[in-house]
């Protein structure tokens, strides 16, 4: 997994309205990169909805949101608008934006040992270098505390 100084690895990819984006689109401002395993299930709904509800407070605070996983656009499209969500998902099908960032790692569920992707976050300055990241994130309080850290960050 990346650490705290290293840049924000160079990705390429299209979000759930089909626009294509960089990592260099984002430079200038911070933006707050989570990774979470599928749309449109429990955990990950929690997390994207506890997002949603401080985009506001997170753009007064000069930063962008993208959601990652490795679900397709059209999975994306439904999620986005089942729960009105204000950011941008971006497609990674074919994990290369999660393996640059590795965040699949092996996981175990029932006893099953397989690779997923680990509820991960990556706060990264207006440089495109990575100030703070949260692994195995526990979503309750998770937006509070990155809120927390890209406010001391934005001063």
């Not at 997002?51 to 499209?77: C, M, P, Q, T, W």
Request: aromatic share 10%.
């Amino acid at each position: 997994m990346l650490k705290v100084g290293d840049k924000c690895p160079n990705f390429k990819t299209v979000t759930e309205a089909g626009d294509i984006v960089t990592n260099n689109d984002y430079l200038g401002n911070f933006l707050i990169v989570y990774f979470y395993p599928k749309d449109l299930t429990p955990g990950c709904t929690i997390e994207s909805c506890a997002f949603n509800e401080k985009y506001e407070e997170i753009k007064s605070l000069g930063a962008e949101i993208v959601g990652v996983s490795k679900d397709s656009i059209a999975r994306h499209i439904k999620f986005k608008e089942k729960h009105d969500l204000k950011f941008s998902l971006l497609v990674d099908e074919d994990t290369a934006i999660c393996n640059d960032f590795g965040v699949i790692q092996e996981k175990s569920m029932f006893g099953k040992k397989y690779m997923g992707i680990v509820r991960s976050t990556f706060l990264i300055d207006p440089n495109g270098s990575i100030i703070e990241l949260w692994p195995k994130v526990k979503i309750s309080g998770h937006v509070d505390e990155v809120i927390k850290s890209l406010t001391a960050h934005s001063k």
